[in-house]
């Protein structure tokens, strides 16, 4: 069974450019959540869709935002990037949005911001 | 919110050796302790979790506690080996959906 699958792994973008990152959960998982991780604040939540409804967010600026698809598929948008945007972002599925559901990460995506 | 502290940040450890990590979470709703080991440039990868039902989970060399009137949570790895070096993560969830809360990471170097 294919895993988390993320695009693309790597990418660099000029400050003020927006970028779009892509997520493939593992077949059969509904929840898709969105971290970054960075040296300095570590791993931080961005935000959880569900049956294509956000249902959690974490405290990240209006220019970070996502959606999910019917098939489950997510992507996240940043805009107006700028350089401390710079971070490796890790998209994780699980099965349902009931609590305690095990959270599996795909590879992330490198995103550097020049 | 939530807040995890992981303590040490980086931990050295003789081959064979057992290391211990600890973590205190803030919320008493949380219910949900996974731990995740990280390699440079790989992903997170699940290695235990435990739920407040449980007090304690062991899978070989890898063990949890959890100490739910204290709010700590804790991983043992015994007979450690080079390939355990890594970063490790824990992580809380507290509510009815997936949003994780992590530590800080600790940085463990095994040495042969």
């Known amino acids: 069974k294919a895993g988390v699958t993320q695009t693309p792994r790597y990418l660099i973008k000029t400050r003020g450019q927006q970028v779009t990152l892509s997520c493939s959960p593992i077949?059969?998982?509904?929840?898709v959540s969105w971290y970054q991780q960075t040296p300095g604040q570590g791993l931080q939540f961005l935000f959880e869709y569900f049956s294509e409804t956000q249902r959690n967010k974490g405290n990240f600026p209006g220019r970070f935002s996502g959606r999910q698809f019917s098939n489950s598929r997510s992507e996240m948008n940043v805009s107006t990037l700028e350089l401390g945007d710079s971070a490796l972002y890790l998209c994780?599925?699980?099965?349902?949005?009931?609590?305690?559901?095990?959270?599996?990460f795909g590879e992330g995506s490198w995103l550097t911001v020049v | 919110g939530e807040n995890v502290e992981q303590h040490p940040s980086t931990l050295s450890v003789q081959e064979g050796d057992s290391a211990v990590i600890k973590c205190t979470y803030s919320d008493s709703a949380s219910n949900y302790f996974p731990w995740y080991k990280q390699e440079l440039g790989k992903r997170p990868q699940l290695i235990i979790d435990?739920?407040?039902?449980?007090g304690e989970k062991k899978d070989q060399r890898i063990a949890v506690t959890l100490n739910k009137t204290a709010k700590h949570f804790s991983l043992h790895i015994t007979e450690t080996q080079p390939e355990d070096s890594a970063v490790y993560f824990c992580?809380?969830?507290?509510?009815?959906?997936?949003?994780?809360?992590f530590g800080g990471g600790t940085r463990l170097m095994v040495k042969p």
């Open positions: 994780a599925s699980s099965r349902s949005g009931a609590a305690g559901n095990t959270i599996y």
């Open positions: 992580a809380a969830s507290s509510n009815a959906g997936n949003m994780l809360t």
């Open positions: 077949s059969g998982h509904r929840s």
């Open positions: 435990i739920r407040s039902n449980v």
